[in-house]
């Protein structure tokens, strides 16, 4: 059972761009969710999280925005930069219990 | 954040064979976790382990298969026991660490094949 969906495995964006990655869940008790970044080689790295009393997290670039009702949250890049390729992952847990990630999504940044 | 380190970073592996893999961090955690990332699957957890007890295990994960040991608060294995190539896969330790418990930082990873 997938609790937590991200849809599309691949995106590719232009330089300068935004670039919007999505992610779906199914468990309405989770109160927490993340999104990782991955480069081949090595681990995810954390790059930002938002809890579920709020709709929107800001961290530079980086913004995740968090839909509860729809059940669903999308980060935000602006401007997109060459090094933001990567995998991105979402992750959501309900405090205490564990992680639950999604399969991830390649982001390309064409230069 | 912690600074986690796995060995081997990579292997490859003979059917009916065990590989170890070790993970340790730079800093004392409670909790330490082994994920399993299949290819083009998600991240699954295999089981948390805290030092001084044993470890606990996910449904369709069994302690025969995995044996975890977390002998103390920086170092833990998992060992894959009797490999099959349905256990190819990227084999990942974390943490939580600090004072967010919120967030769990990951090794580098190993990637495991078995023929």
């Known amino acids: 059972d997938q609790q937590v969906k991200q849809n599309s495995p691949s995106l590719s964006v232009q330089e300068g761009r935004i670039s919007i990655l999505n992610c779906d869940y199914t468990?309405?008790?989770?109160?927490?969710f993340l999104w990782y970044k991955k480069y081949p080689a090595e681990g995810p790295t954390f790059l930002i999280s938002?809890?579920?009393?709020?709709d929107k997290n800001e961290d530079g670039r980086f913004t995740v925005f968090l839909n509860k009702s729809a059940k669903h949250l999308s980060l935000h890049i602006v401007p997109s930069q060459p090094g933001d390729s990567a995998v991105y992952f979402c992750a959501a847990r309900r405090t205490g219990n564990q992680f639950y990630f999604g399969t991830g999504t390649s982001l390309t940044v064409i230069p | 954040s912690a600074v986690i380190s796995q060995k081997p970073s990579r292997d490859i592996c003979q059917r009916g064979t065990s590989l170890t893999i070790q993970c340790q961090v730079d800093s004392q955690v409670t909790m330490m976790f082994w994920y399993r990332q299949q290819p083009g699957q998600s991240l699954t957890l295999i089981a948390t382990a805290n030092q001084g007890s044993e470890a606990t295990y996910e449904s369709g994960f069994v302690i025969d298969k995995f044996p975890i040991s977390r002998p103390n608060l920086t170092f833990s294995t998992l060992t894959v026991s009797n490999m099959s190539p349905e256990d190819s896969s990227i084999y990942l330790c974390?943490?939580?660490?600090?004072?967010?418990?919120?967030?769990?930082?990951f090794g580098p990873g190993t990637r495991l094949l078995v023929l």
């Open positions: 468990n309405s008790m989770f109160d927490y």
């Open positions: 974390s943490v939580e660490f600090g004072t967010s418990i919120e967030t769990q930082y």
């Open positions: 938002i809890s579920s009393i709020k």
